[in-house]
């Protein structure tokens, strides 16, 4: 996991500053998801000092990408472990408000807080980057709340810094498209289940094996139990649809939806 590539200045001082902190908050509790933030925070935190990721696992989790944090943790070889968080059991998440993340990130760092004072870490750090100010992120407010550490905010590093330092270091995440969590399929207001979390995931498992890499499935509900499959492409990635359409209805259909649309707008991160 090296190269000699080169990075200006401003993001080699970005980086000192951001192993000075991961080295005077040792040992450190990493909440790893597998994701491209907090695969290069392990991966660093590791490097600089005794670190364990822990991975929250519910239903909102696919568990293509449990399998796959697993992996990278094992290939960056930093200790990880997998607790079972509960959110499914508080009914401010299951009710799907705008702040939703909020009680699903209170509820982690409620583990990770007992966690930590069981094993005497000293700190716990999340995967935020500099970027995220610009965006509403209700769980950076249980992050305060619980004095969790985001050491790539404070550092100043952008996602696109990032990325480019995960491909220094070899890490796969460093070109991976953005994976939240299976919730954020359905629509606000609508009641988070495991049943719609189940339907969300083997839908965009079915899209996924037609050969897709950018997309989203969402889930509308209907109180006849008829729910709808709202199906987003990335618009490089449209031209595709007309040759697999059919069978990337059919795959919906048997993942538990009673009918399918296409957006024609195609999918776009959120900016």
């Given at each position: 996991?090296?190269?000699?590539?080169?990075?200006?200045?401003?993001?080699?001082e970005?980086?000192?500053?951001?192993?000075?902190?991961?080295?005077?908050?040792?040992?450190?509790?990493?909440?790893?998801?597998?994701?491209v933030?907090?695969?290069?925070?392990?991966?660093?935190?590791?490097?600089?000092?005794?670190t364990l990721?822990?991975?929250?696992?519910?239903?909102?989790?696919?568990?293509?990408?449990?399998?796959?944090?697993?992996?990278?943790?094992?290939a960056?070889?930093s200790?990880?472990?997998?607790?079972?968080?509960?959110?499914?059991?508080?009914a401010n998440?299951?009710?799907?408000?705008?702040n939703?993340?909020?009680?699903?990130?209170a509820?982690?760092?409620?583990?990770?807080?007992?966690?930590?004072?069981?094993?005497?870490?000293?700190?716990?750090?999340?995967?935020?980057?500099?970027?995220?100010?610009?965006?509403?992120?209700?769980?950076?407010?249980?992050?305060?709340?619980?004095?969790?550490?985001?050491?790539?905010?404070?550092?100043?590093?952008?996602?696109?810094?990032?990325r480019?330092?995960?491909?220094?270091?070899?890490?796969?995440?460093?070109?991976?498209?953005?994976?939240?969590?299976?919730?954020?399929?359905?629509?606000?207001?609508?009641?988070?289940?495991?049943?719609?979390?189940?339907?969300?995931?083997?839908?965009?498992?079915?899209?996924?094996?037609?050969?897709?890499?950018?997309?989203?499935?969402?889930?509308l509900?209907?109180?006849?139990?008829?729910?709808?499959a709202?199906?987003?492409?990335?618009?490089?990635?449209?031209?595709?649809?007309?040759?697999?359409?059919?069978?990337?209805?059919?795959?919906?259909?048997?993942?538990?939806?009673?009918?399918?649309?296409?957006?024609?707008?195609?999918?776009?991160?959120?900016?």
């Amino acid at each position: 996991m090296n190269s000699s590539a080169a990075f200006s200045s401003e993001t080699t001082e970005k980086v000192r500053r951001l192993t000075a902190c991961l080295g005077a908050n040792a040992p450190l509790l990493i909440a790893y998801s597998g994701g491209v933030d907090s695969a290069y925070l392990l991966a660093v935190a590791h490097r600089t000092g005794p670190t364990l990721g822990v991975i929250a696992d519910s239903p909102s989790l696919p568990r293509r990408a449990l399998a796959a944090a697993l992996d990278l943790a094992r290939a960056i070889g930093s200790p990880v472990e997998v607790i079972r968080t509960q959110e499914m059991n508080d009914a401010n998440y299951v009710g799907n408000p705008l702040n939703r993340c909020y009680f699903c990130k209170a509820e982690l760092f409620t583990q990770l807080d007992r966690l930590a004072r069981e094993r005497g870490f000293a700190a716990i750090a999340y995967g935020e980057n500099a970027d995220d100010a610009s965006h509403f992120r209700p769980g950076g407010k249980a992050a305060a709340e619980f004095s969790v550490l985001a050491p790539l905010k404070e550092a100043g590093l952008t996602k696109a810094e990032i990325r480019s330092l995960s491909r220094e270091l070899g890490l796969p995440t460093a070109d991976a498209p953005a994976q939240p969590c299976l919730s954020s399929r359905i629509p606000h207001g609508t009641p988070v289940t495991p049943e719609a979390l189940a339907m969300v995931e083997r839908g965009e498992s079915s899209v996924r094996s037609l050969g897709f890499q950018i997309f989203r499935v969402r889930y509308l509900f209907s109180p006849e139990g008829k729910h709808r499959a709202r199906v987003q492409i990335a618009p490089e990635e449209m031209a595709r649809i007309p040759s697999v359409e059919k069978a990337l209805v059919s795959g919906l259909v048997a993942a538990g939806y009673a009918s399918v649309e296409i957006d024609p707008a195609g999918y776009r991160s959120p900016a």
